[in-house]
C-alpha cells in the first residue's frame, strides 16, 4: 500500500489533493490518460479545476477495487501478492494527489480550497477503509508472521515492516466501536488541518500597511522600497508604497524602517494573524486538533500524541527531545538576554529612554550589527543576485556528485515563476526534472518547501526518474535591480536543494521507500548540511558578484560575515525552540486541553522563561507546521537534524569540501536510500560513529556560553 495513499488523511500536502464534481466521465480529462509531455511531467497546461474531483474519485474507485482484488485473492499471502500488490495500488489516485496537493500550496484559489474541503471527508475515509480493512490486515499478518521463512532483500523486509506498522499505528487491530471512533476523529481532523492553512493564508494576504508619506519610508533600503511601489501599483494604490506580511517585505522592514509606530504596526498585524476573533480565527480549532490527536494516541495504546509520533523518530521519546532542547534552552536564553542588553544600551546611547520591544528587536539587532562588525546587510545583497546564487547551488552539487542542471523551455509548468530543468549525471544519463519557484505571491503560502510530482522508483527494472519542486518566498526582483537575496535567503535556497538532492537522488525500488520518506528528525539532514557549503568563504567565491560590477565578494566582507556568523544566534535560537518546546507542550498532554490557546501558549513560554522581547517564531495562531504541515511533535527535528548536519560536514571539512569519497559515500549511503534502513544504521555507515552535540554548539556560539555556566 503506498505511503502516500495512506497518508492522505494526515499528511497536509497530500490532504489538499481533493476535488468537488460528482461528475464522472473521464471524457477530455488528462490524468485519464499518459502524460504527453517532457519526462512525464503533469500537463498544467490542460489541467482545470474541473478535473480534480472526478479523477480523485475515480482514484478511489480504482484503488479500493484493486485493495478488493488483494482481499479476495484465493492464493495464500505472500510478499507479491499482498504486500508488492499494496504497494503498486493506487496509481490514479496518487498522480492526481500529488499534482492537486502541490497547487493548493503553491498556487491555489478560491475554487480549489473549497474543492479540497469538500473531498477531504472522502479521501479520509477511504485511507480508513484501508488501514482498517480486517481481511486485508490478516493477510498482511500472515506475511509478516513467516518473514523469518521468506528469503527478502533488505528493502523488501523494509517495505515489510513498515506496511505492518502502518497497519497497527493506523488502527487495524482495533475493535469495531473503536475503529469507529477513529474514522470520525480522522475526518475531523483531515477538515481541521486543512482549514488551519486556509485561514492563515487568508488572513496573511489581507493585511497592507499602505505608505503615503515618503518620509515614513526613512532608513528602508532602496531595494525595498522599489519592490514596495511594485505592489502599490498591482494593489491599486500607485504613487504610493505598500508594505505585506509576507517575509521579504515585513522582515526587512522591521529590520531597517526607523519609524518605530509603523514598525509596531505591522509586526502586531504579524504576530496577530488567525487570532483577531473573526472568520479567520485559528485559536479554537488548533485546541480542538490537539485534543482530537491526544484521543486518537490513546485509542491506539499511547498515552500521548508525542508518544504516537515519536515512536518512529530517532529520538524515540518525548523525554529525548525535551532532554536535547533543555540542553540548549539554557545558553541560548543567556546569550539572548546579553544581546537585548546590549540593544538596550544602544537606544540609552540614542538618548530613548523606551524599554526594547519585539518589533525593536530586529531593528537594533541590525544597528547593533554594524557597530560590532562594520556589516550592513545591504553591502552584502548586492553580491547575492538570485541568478548567482542559483549557479552557486549548482556548481557546488557539480563538484560533489557531477550532476548538471539545463533549463527545459517548452515543458508546462504550474505558474509562470516556476522553472524547470532537466537534471543529469556527468555522463549525461538522466536522473529526474526539478520545477523552482522562487517568490511570493497571493496564491501561494508562506515559508519555502520541497515535494514531488512523482517519487522515485523502480519499474520493470529501470528506475523511474523523479519530478522534484522546490517552493521559496524569496525577495522579487524590482525595476532596477534582479532580485537580490539577503544570505537567509542564500542558506534557505541552498537547504531547499538539499531537500531536492534527497528526492532526486533516490534510487530505491519501491516509491512509498524513496527519497524524503524517512523520520521526521532525520529528513533535515540532507538539506541542512548544503547550507555549510552557502558559507564557506572559498564557495562564496566562486557564486557571491556583485550583479553591477561582476566584481567577486572581497575579502574583508566575507571577513565581516565570518566574523559575525554567531552574531544574533541568542535570539535565532531560542525563537526557535521556544516553539520547539511549545509543539511538544501541545503534543505531551495525556489530559485535553481546558484553557484556550492564548493562556496555553503564555503559560508554556512562562514555564521556560521565555523573556517579553521575544516571542517564538512561530505563535500557536500560524503555526502551520504542526497544525497543517506534519510537523506535530517534530518540529524539534531542525535542531535534532542540526547535531547531525554539523558533525556530517566535518568529514568534508576534515578533508577536503569536495572530497569525492565523502560525497560518494553521502549519496550512497544516505541521498540514495531513501526509508530502506533505520537512520542512525545510514548515518553510522557514511561517518563510522553517532554524532556529538559540540559541533553544533560551536556553530552557533553557545559553548562557551555553556562552559560559563558550568563554572
Request: without cysteine; hydrophobic residues 40%.
Given at each position: 500500500m503506498k505511503k502516500t495513499i495512506l497518508a492522505l488523511a494526515a499528511s497536509a500536502t497530500l490532504l489538499y489533493s481533493c476535488g468537488s464534481s460528482d461528475e464522472n466521465t473521464t471524457t477530455m480529462n488528462p490524468f485519464f490518460e499518459a502524460y504527453n509531455t517532457p519526462?512525464?511531467?503533469?500537463?498544467?497546461?490542460?489541467?482545470?479545476n474541473e478535473h480534480f474531483a472526478p479523477a480523485l474519485r475515480e482514484g478511489i474507485k480504482q484503488h479500493q477495487a484493486e485493495i478488493d482484488a488483494i482481499v479476495n485473492n484465493d492464493d495464500a499471502p505472500t510478499f507479491e501478492n499482498t504486500i508488492e500488490a499494496m504497494e503498486y495500488a493506487g496509481e490514479l489516485l496518487g498522480k492526481v494527489s500529488r499534482v492537486f496537493g502541490n497547487l493548493n500550496s503553491a498556487n491555489t484559489n478560491d475554487e480549489l480550497q473549497a474543492i479540497a474541503k469538500e473531498m477531504a471527508p472522502e479521501l479520509s475515509a477511504?485511507?480508513?477503509?484501508?488501514?482498517?480493512?480486517?481481511?486485508?490486515?490478516?493477510?498482511?499478518?500472515?506475511?509478516?508472521?513467516?518473514?523469518e521463512e521468506l528469503d527478502l532483500n533488505a528493502e523488501q523486509q523494509m517495505l515489510l515492516e513498515k506496511t505492518y506498522k502502518s497497519f497497527v499505528r493506523n488502527g487495524a487491530n482495533l475493535d469495531e466501536a473503536d475503529k469507529a471512533k477513529l474514522r470520525e476523529i480522522n475526518s475531523k481532523l483531515s477538515s481541521l488541518t486543512l482549514q488551519f492553512g486556509q485561514n492563515l493564508l487568508a488572513e496573511t494576504n489581507a493585511y497592507m500597511l499602505v505608505i503615503e508619506n515618503e518620509?515614513?519610508?526613512?532608513?528602508?533600503?532602496?531595494?525595498?522600497?522599489?519592490?514596495?511601489?511594485?505592489?502599490?501599483?498591482?494593489?491599486?494604490?500607485?504613487?504610493?508604497?505598500?508594505?505585506?506580511?509576507?517575509?521579504?517585505?515585513?522582515?526587512?522592514?522591521?529590520?531597517?524602517?526607523?519609524n518605530r509606530e509603523l514598525r509596531k504596526q505591522i509586526w502586531e498585524a504579524y504576530k496577530n494573524r488567525a487570532d483577531q476573533g473573526n472568520e479567520y480565527d485559528n485559536k479554537a480549532g488548533l485546541i480542538e486538533t490537539a485534543n482530537l490527536r491526544r484521543q486518537k494516541a490513546q485509542l491506539l495504546g499511547y498515552n500521548t500524541h508525542a508518544d504516537y509520533v515519536l515512536e518512529e523518530s530517532m529520538a524515540k521519546n518525548a523525554e529525548n527531545v525535551y532532554n536535547l532542547l533543555n540542553q540548549l534552552w539554557t545558553p541560548a536564553l543567556a546569550k539572548a538576554k546579553v544581546e537585548r542588553d546590549e540593544m538596550q544600551a544602544l537606544v540609552k546611547a540614542e538618548g530613548h529612554d523606551f524599554s526594547i520591544e519585539p518589533w525593536d528587536w530586529r531593528y537594533y539587532e541590525e544597528k547593533l550589527r554594524q557597530q560590532k562588525f562594520d556589516l550592513d546587510e545591504q553591502e552584502i545583497k548586492p553580491y547575492f543576485s538570485l541568478p548567482k546564487v542559483q549557479e552557486g547551488v549548482f556548481m557546488v552539487v557539480k563538484n560533489l556528485w557531477g550532476l548538471t542542471f539545463e533549463e527545459i523551455q517548452d515543458i508546462p509548468v504550474y505558474h509562470p515563476d516556476a522553472k524547470a530543468?532537466?537534471?543529469?549525471?556527468?555522463?549525461?544519463?538522466?536522473?529526474?526534472?526539478?520545477?523552482?519557484?522562487?517568490?511570493?505571491?497571493?496564491?501561494?503560502r508562506g515559508g519555502a518547501w520541497m515535494t514531488s510530482y512523482r517519487s522515485q522508483k523502480t519499474e520493470n527494472g529501470e528506475r523511474k526518474a523523479p519530478v522534484i519542486s522546490i517552493v521559496c518566498n524569496f525577495s522579487r526582483p524590482t525595476a532596477n535591480a534582479p532580485a537580490l537575496l539577503t544570505f537567509d535567503e542564500v542558506t534557505t535556497f541552498f537547504h531547499e536543494f538539499g531537500h531536492a538532492l534527497h528526492g532526486l537522488l533516490s534510487n530505491v525500488q519501491y516509491q512509498s521507500l524513496a527519497g524524503t520518506s524517512v523520520p521526521r528528525d532525520f529528513v533535515e539532514l540532507p538539506s541542512q548540511i548544503m547550507e555549510n557549503w552557502a558559507t564557506e568563504p572559498s564557495v562564496m567565491?566562486?557564486?557571491?558578484?556583485?550583479?553591477?560590477?561582476?566584481?567577486?565578494?572581497?575579502?574583508?566582507l566575507i571577513a565581516k560575515l565570518t566574523n559575525s556568523g554567531t552574531?544574533?544566534?541568542?535570539?535565532?535560537?531560542?525563537?526557535?525552540?521556544?516553539?520547539?518546546?511549545?509543539?511538544?507542550d501541545y503534543h505531551t498532554q495525556?489530559?485535553?486541553?481546558?484553557?484556550?490557546?492564548?493562556?496555553?501558549?503564555?503559560?508554556?513560554?512562562?514555564?521556560?522563561?521565555?523573556?517579553?522581547?521575544?516571542?517564538?517564531?512561530?505563535?500557536s495562531p500560524?503555526?502551520?507546521?504542526?497544525?497543517?504541515?506534519?510537523?506535530?511533535?517534530?518540529?524539534?527535528?531542525?535542531?535534532?537534524?542540526?547535531?547531525?548536519?554539523?558533525?556530517?560536514?566535518?568529514?568534508?571539512?576534515?578533508?577536503?569540501?569536495?572530497?569525492?569519497?565523502?560525497?560518494?559515500?553521502?549519496?550512497?549511503?544516505?541521498?540514495?536510500?531513501?526509508?530502506?534502513?533505520?537512520?542512525?544504521?545510514?548515518?553510522?555507515?557514511f561517518r563510522g560513529a553517532e554524532p556529538k552535540i559540540d559541533a553544533l554548539l560551536k556553530k552557533r556560539g553557545l559553548d562557551q556560553v555553556a562552559v560559563e555556566r558550568t563554572k
Open positions: 519526462f512525464e511531467v503533469p500537463p498544467f497546461d490542460k489541467i482545470k477511504h485511507s480508513d477503509n484501508i488501514s482498517l480493512n480486517e481481511k486485508l490486515f490478516e493477510r498482511v499478518k500472515a506475511v509478516w508472521g513467516s518473514k518620509a515614513d519610508l526613512a532608513g528602508l533600503p532602496q531595494a525595498l522600497i522599489d519592490g514596495a511601489a511594485d505592489d502599490a501599483k498591482a494593489a491599486g494604490h500607485e504613487g504610493k508604497w505598500v508594505f505585506t506580511l509576507q517575509n521579504p517585505s515585513i522582515m526587512p522592514f522591521l529590520q531597517y524602517a526607523e530543468y532537466e537534471v543529469k549525471e556527468a555522463d549525461g544519463s538522466h536522473v529526474g526534472v526539478i520545477y523552482m519557484d522562487f517568490h511570493p505571491r497571493a496564491s501561494k567565491k566562486q557564486y557571491a558578484f556583485h550583479y553591477e560590477t561582476g566584481e567577486v565578494i572581497p575579502d574583508d552574531f544574533g544566534q541568542g535570539f535565532g535560537t531560542t525563537e526557535y525552540l521556544a516553539a520547539s518546546l511549545m509543539d511538544l495525556a489530559q485535553d486541553i481546558s484553557m484556550d490557546a492564548t493562556a496555553f501558549e503564555k503559560a508554556s513560554m512562562a514555564k521556560i522563561g521565555l523573556i517579553d522581547e521575544i516571542i517564538p517564531r512561530y505563535r500560524y503555526f502551520q507546521h504542526i497544525f497543517a504541515g506534519g510537523y506535530s511533535s517534530g518540529y524539534y527535528s531542525y535542531i535534532w537534524s542540526g547535531v547531525l548536519d554539523t558533525d556530517a560536514f566535518q568529514a568534508f571539512k576534515e578533508t577536503d569540501l569536495f572530497n569525492q569519497e565523502k560525497a560518494k559515500a553521502f549519496r550512497k549511503e544516505i541521498l540514495e536510500r531513501g526509508g530502506t534502513d533505520e537512520p542512525m544504521n545510514m548515518y553510522v555507515n
